[in-house]
């Protein structure tokens, strides 16, 4: 019945608005339904979280007053944030390797910047492979790791983390204390749900630089050649993990040519149009701590922006990383990890936090 209702709204709208009017209506009608449905425009539940909170501390501030200017000087007025919402949100967002999230790796991780005040959303891209320190599940004799192993580690189903927010509280725990992220809200993504949101909205268009190669009984074969391609949700799954001859930093590469497709895919009037489909998926397959009332901010922005101009695709400078061989003592075995310069890293993150970087 809700599919039905989304459906006849959206007939209307596209009768009746403009294009841009149209993005934006039919982008605020689906979270509401997908809140009607689920119950949660009852008022008490408007500000409430959908999953666990993170239990961390923030950095994000909102400014209420910009002093008293010195002579001669002229205060620049503070622009203020659209949407209701506060200057700047960061949301960390993984690509979980499992049909579920009992368990499972962070097989792609980034870092997500949306900032209310410039009208501008900055999507950084955190090697999987970067090895780190992980805090607070040194009684389980884990100290270290691959920063997607903290996820792992995290999750519910491995019970190792007490804190908040299981896998991506323990990611964003580590993020903090090895790089100085400040994460706000997060939001995970399976396997499950990033097929069907690829099939629902019939599959991506993306143009690749080089060609793909995947691993078949031990050896290199040819998956996709450079060019055009138009890829179903499978296809873009295997895509999106493949690393043969072009190592961790070419498979992020790959996963933002993914990421771009699905973008520029739902603004189109066959994206919206699927979006009643992709409803009771993403209420099954997504975890997040965000609430229906961030959620709304979140569309609104979506409508304000270009897509083209205002949403940037970044990824750490490999020069600040060296892949190589470390031993790794909870799997006994020695790993090929990328060891960072954490200093350097760190510095580039409180710049990409405040708005500097890129």
């Not at 709304?296 to 990383?321: H, R």
């Amino acid at each position: 019945m809700i599919k039905n209702l989304f459906s006849k709204l959206f007939n209307f709208l596209t009768n009746q608005l403009t294009d841009t009017q149209i993005k934006i209506s039919s982008l605020v009608l689906v979270i509401l339904t997908v809140l009607a449905g689920s119950g949660y425009l009852v008022l008490t539940t408007w500000y409430r979280p959908l999953g666990p909170s993170l239990a961390l501390s923030t950095s994000t501030a909102v400014v209420t007053s910009q002093g008293t200017p010195l002579p001669g000087e002229t205060l620049t007025p503070t622009v203020v944030p659209v949407c209701g919402a506060p200057p700047t949100l960061t949301i960390l967002v993984t690509g979980v390797a499992s049909q579920d999230y009992l368990y499972g790796l962070a097989d792609a991780i980034r870092l997500v910047r949306v900032d209310f005040q410039t009208q501008t959303v900055s999507v950084l891209a955190l090697p999987r492979d970067l090895w780190v320190e992980i805090p607070g599940i040194e009684d389980q004799g884990i100290t270290v790791g691959k920063i997607n192993q903290a996820y792992f580690y995290g999750t519910q189903g491995m019970g190792y983390y007490g804190g908040s927010g299981y896998g991506s509280g323990l990611l964003a725990l580590t993020l903090q204390e090895n790089f100085g992220v400040w994460t706000d809200h997060y939001l995970a993504v399976n396997l499950e749900s990033f097929v069907q949101i690829i099939d629902t909205i019939g599959g991506i268009d993306i143009y690749l630089g080089g060609d793909v190669y995947r691993r078949v009984y031990g050896e290199p074969e040819l998956f996709l050649k450079a060019g055009s391609h138009h890829l179903d949700g499978k296809q873009a799954e295997m895509l999106a993990r493949q690393r043969i001859q072009i190592g961790d930093f070419g498979r992020i590469d790959n996963q933002t040519v993914i990421l771009k497709g699905i973008a520029a895919k739902m603004l189109t009037p066959s994206g919206i149009k699927a979006i009643p489909d992709l409803v009771a998926q993403l209420k099954r397959n997504v975890m997040t701590d965000l609430s229906p009332d961030q959620i709304s901010q979140l569309v609104c922005l979506a409508g304000k922006i270009d897509y083209q101009e205002d949403v940037s695709f970044e990824t750490l400078p490999g020069a600040l990383m060296n892949q190589t061989l470390v031993f790794d003592p909870a799997m006994n075995i020695n790993t090929s990890a990328l060891i960072g310069n954490t200093a350097g890293i760190r510095s580039l993150i409180v710049d990409y936090q405040a708005g500097i970087w890129p």
